[in-house]
């Protein structure tokens, strides 16, 4: 008796999911951990902003059927203005460039029959995490931190994936995310909680190993709860992908929702630590 079609596990799909992340690992981790080398500082900062830039325009087009254009390019500006300021280590400005770009938008998107409160609510939902990204990248071991970032999200998101296909089992939240299972949660927050503990072991990060794992654990709870709020988000409007730029994985927005969450946990852990609070 063959499985039940929603049962069956996509092998398929999982390896062009492989594929397409062996293509963008390297060049992620390629940019923030070259950007510290002299005539190299751009690439984290062109980083952000092709990811700023297609963000937007799938969120324009999630949100703003009927003028995406208009709208994606209010939200890049506004969050492209705010990332450039944090980059200049104006973080004052940078939230205020962030509060006055959703007004804008919002205007934006009034001028063009489209609802301002999702226009205003996306440069909010996205530049925050931006700002967040570039002020701890450019901290004092920013480069680790960002590393220890990406290391736990993805070991969160990774392991939830296979431990809850491989065991399956109740499901965490059926009505916004049917496929996500108690099991996946409890093996993603595992595996984020190792790898803290394991970069703040045996990498040149300035961290005690429990602090680590601390962290590692917080960063993946974070990272299944973006993943969640997406997934609600995605059933809000009525689509099943952000996009499809990413084969196998959907939209950019897709692929980054958990780190969206996460980097702003990282980044508060990045400031207490910085206060000297968790050596």
């Known amino acids: 008796m063959s499985l039940p079609q929603a049962r069956r596990f996509d092998w398929a799909n999982l390896g062009v999911r492989v594929a397409s992340a062996t293509v963008l690992v390297p060049a992620v981790l390629g940019a923030v951990w070259f950007s510290d080398l002299p005539g190299l500082r751009w690439m984290f900062l062109v980083l952000v902003a092709v990811a700023v830039a297609l963000l937007a325009i799938e969120w324009g087009a999630m949100t703003a059927p009927t003028a995406p254009v208009r709208v994606s390019t209010a939200l890049t500006v506004a969050i492209l203005a705010a990332a450039f300021l944090a980059y200049q280590s104006h973080m004052p ?7 006055l770009g959703a007004v804008a938008a919002a205007l934006v998107a009034r001028g063009v029959s489209e609802r301002p409160t999702n226009a205003a609510f996306g440069v909010i939902y996205l530049a925050i995490p931006v700002v967040c990204l570039v002020w701890l990248r450019g901290m004092p071991e920013g480069r680790q931190w960002t590393i220890l970032l990406f290391a736990v999200a993805w070991a969160a998101d990774i392991a939830a994936f296979a431990v ?20 996946g949660f409890i093996g993603g927050l595992v595996a984020a909680a190792a790898t803290g503990a394991t970069m703040a072991a045996f990498s040149a990060i300035v ?43 959907g939209g950019l927005l897709d692929r980054v929702d958990g780190l969206m969450f ?15 609070w968790a050596h």
């Open 93 to 99: 400005l940078a939230w205020g460039a962030a509060a």
């Open 164 to 183: 809850g296909s491989a065991l399956k089992g109740p499901k965490l939240w059926p009505k916004f995310s049917p496929n996500k299972t108690w099991s």
């Open 207 to 249: 961290l005690s190993v429990p602090a680590g794992a601390l962290i590692g654990l917080l960063g993946g709870l974070a990272t299944m709860a973006g993943d969640l709020w997406e997934s609600m988000l995605k059933r809000r409007f009525g689509v099943k992908d952000s996009g499809d730029l990413i084969p196998g994985h």
């Open 262 to 276: 996460a980097v702003v946990v990282l980044a508060a852990a990045r400031l207490i630590n910085h206060w000297g």
